[in-house]
């Protein structure tokens, strides 16, 4: 039972599991009490012929700032458990806690032998909630203190759980908050399932084919047979298409991809050696190939994910009407297969397929503002061979060549929201290092 009494404020301490560690400025609530006094008691518990606080840290602030020598306050028993579940719940209600501070307040909960759902029944979180921070609290404190004051997101906080590896998890966190974010993320998953899919895919291509260099797959005595995505593969996915009994094939890796070859049945003549700048010049048009269809990725993921359509309405409208105009001038095709995709039906995938058109009526008087957020999209001629290269062979290094189509695309999404990573300007803008050399350094070669 409660036993409420005034209690001399330099016996009253924070509680050092408070999840809440900064009670932020409390000036404004000293000058009330000054002028009011104390409006509501302080809960605190005994502790060591003094007391802790476990509701009012603000209060207690604000008393001393006040220039209170004592406080009413609200005596109670509690379990350490309780006394954190309170403060937990308590601060929830009344100041929003920070997400670290949440994580840090559930795993001591969790630390203290309560299960989720107990978690979740004390603290009022739902137990996704509650695992979520879990998750968030297994990240290093420090390098959370730091996102955190860049303005990293549980989103992105959840995301650097999914890295497995501690030293890409801590590189990823560093990114939170910034612009980078999500393009760093992109990165990080792909290198994961590369390490982990690529012994496994050795392993069965081993009972099928024999391995042969990345180089030598280029050579006069081999044909192309198939290839396979290794990001996308999966156990018990086909490696060889088209697969015949008693047909010698031959394997190599290389940039994420396996490539499946046979021997030619043609009389070729000796492939001539490639130069290191030829070689130079072909790394260069296929990283930025995959550089380029990542940004589109990652420019349809932003899309079909933005939730505050409706908001943003009026911008929508004024590029839905720019790409119209562009449309015209630049000879733009579109891929209406975006729309099967807005609507949630990825079962199709090939490009230009028109969506049903019962679906497509229903789903546009349901979501008439998403519905124009994704024509807007649509009518911007965005694809995954979007670019700002020009292909070259040989020798020759990818020359930057300005696109009208990405720069008023990215106008549009960093109008929405969209935050450009650092790879995708330098792509865009033309210093991005891939592209061609100035002539001076081509001639030190």
């Known amino acids: 039972m409660e036993n409420i009494r005034m209690i001399e404020i330099e016996k009253i301490h924070n509680h050092p599991d408070n999840p809440r560690k900064d009670v932020g400025d409390v000036s404004e609530l000293a000058e009330s009490i000054k002028h009011s006094g104390i ?40 379990s350490e458990k309780e006394q954190i579940a309170t403060m937990l ?7 929003d806690l920070t997400v670290v501070e ?50 990293g997101t549980l989103e992105e906080y959840i995301k650097c759980c999914e890295i497995e590896n501690e030293k890409e998890r801590k590189k990823l966190l560093e990114a939170a908050g910034t612009r980078d974010f999500n393009w760093k993320y992109e990165s990080a998953i792909k290198e994961q399932k590369l390490k982990k899919n690529i ?20 050579t006069s005595k081999y044909d192309s047979h198939s290839s396979i995505n290794i990001v996308k593969w999966k156990p018990g996915d086909k490696l060889i298409k088209g697969y015949k009994e008693g047909q010698e094939y031959f394997w ?52 079909l994910n933005f939730s505050a359509a409706k908001k943003f309405e009026k911008i929508i409208t004024e590029y839905l009407i720019r ?17 099967n995709k807005a609507m949630g039906d990825n079962s199709n995938g090939k490009y230009y397929q028109r969506p049903d058109a019962e679906k497509f009526n229903q789903w546009t008087k349901e979501k008439s503002s998403y519905a124009l957020l994704i024509l807007a ?23 930057y060549k300005k696109s009208n189509l990405l720069e008023l695309l990215y106008e549009f999404l960093a109008e929405l929201g969209y935050q450009i990573s650092t790879e995708e300007e330098q792509l865009i803008n033309g210093t991005h290092e891939l592209y061609a050399q100035i002539e001076s350094e081509d001639k030190n070669d």
């Open 102 to 151: 949440q994580a840090q307040g559930v795993q001591m909960l969790f630390d203290l032998g309560e299960s989720v759902a107990a978690i979740s029944e004390k603290t009022g979180f739902s137990e996704s909630t509650v695992r979520k921070r879990m998750k968030v609290a297994t990240l290093p404190a420090d390098k959370l203190k730091e996102a955190e004051k860049r303005g």
């Open 199 to 218: 012994p496994l895919i050795k392993k069965e291509i081993k009972k099928l084919a024999k391995e042969i260099s990345s180089e030598d797959r280029w």
């Open 252 to 303: 190599s890796i290389s940039y994420g991809t396996l490539y499946i070859s046979v021997k030619s049945q043609k009389v070729k003549s000796a492939t001539p050696k490639k130069s290191k700048k030829e070689i130079e010049a072909e790394r260069r048009r296929k990283e930025l190939k995959k550089l380029f269809e990542k940004a589109h990725k990652m420019r349809v993921d932003f899309i």
């Open 39 to 78: 409006m509501q008691n302080l809960t605190v518990v005994p502790f060591c012929d003094e007391y802790r606080v476990i509701i009012g840290h603000r209060r207690l602030a604000a008393s001393k700032l006040a220039g209170l020598k004592e406080v009413p306050c609200a005596v109670v028993e509690m």
């Open 89 to 95: 719940s308590e601060n929830m209600q009344r100041v």
């Open 323 to 339: 790409f119209n105009f562009a449309e015209v001038i630049y000879y733009r095709n579109s891929d209406d297969n975006i729309f």
């Open 377 to 399: 999209y649509v009518k911007s001629g965005d694809s995954s061979s979007a670019s700002c290269y020009e292909g070259k062979w040989g020798e020759m290094y990818p020359e």
